[in-house]
């Protein structure tokens, strides 16, 4: 598709809709090195796609944004994985350290009890967790200045709710499509960045398979 896209000239983006998420676009525009990325993406049994481990019908979303967050390349993973109802993995968690000195580590299910979908990110100098479903994002930042003696270290963070769009984020990546069809623009989500994630799903769920 990506070959196809470029012969013809056509405009090609991947739907990986939770990059137009208004808290996730407003995570990237926060974060510059993170250290460390946390993702739970929980659900009970869906009933559909699982013909397909967890990793390709669920996790691939939280790969494709950790990838876009980190731009480094990845030096080793560790991944485990379990079917419950189906014949593929319910439940997934991969470990991935990357060349820049950060670690994500990536939990899916479709075996919970509750729908949970969030990202927790750790810097040099914040904290920030999003909640996909709520579309809010929380920054905890040490406050500046030195803590007294016998104080409670916790009484010196200050948590800030950061405003985001809370347009449906199908319409915002529709939208984004035709400005990039109109405008010659390139996507949001690159048709590279839809293969990146691809491949990465690929080898989680073949290195749980394989057990090495």
Known sequence: ???????????????????????????FNLIEYPRFIECH???????????????????????????????SPIVSMDAVGVPVFSS??????ARLHFQSGCVANLTASRVSMDRLRKIRIFSEREYVSTDYSSQSLLIYRKK?????????????????????SNEEPLKT??????ASVE?????????????RALELSTQIVEQ????K
């Open 1 to 27: 598709m990506i070959e196809k896209a470029k012969n013809k000239g056509c405009i090609l983006q991947v739907g990986h809709v939770e990059r137009f998420n208004g808290a996730v676009r407003a995570l």
């Open 41 to 71: 993406r929980l659900s009970p049994f869906p009933g559909r796609g699982t013909d397909v481990s967890v990793v390709h019908d669920l996790m691939i979303h939280d790969i494709d944004i950790v990838l876009a967050l980190t731009r």
């Open 88 to 93: 593929s993995e319910d439940i997934a968690n």
């Open 144 to 164: 500046p200045g030195e803590i007294p003696p016998d104080s409670n270290p916790m009484e010196f963070i200050e948590i800030t709710p950061i405003q985001v």
């Open 173 to 178: 990546e529709l939208k984004a499509f035709v």
């Open 183 to 195: 405008n010659g623009t390139p996507p949001e989500v690159t048709g590279e960045d839809g293969l």
């Open 208 to 211: 749980i398979r394989s057990g």
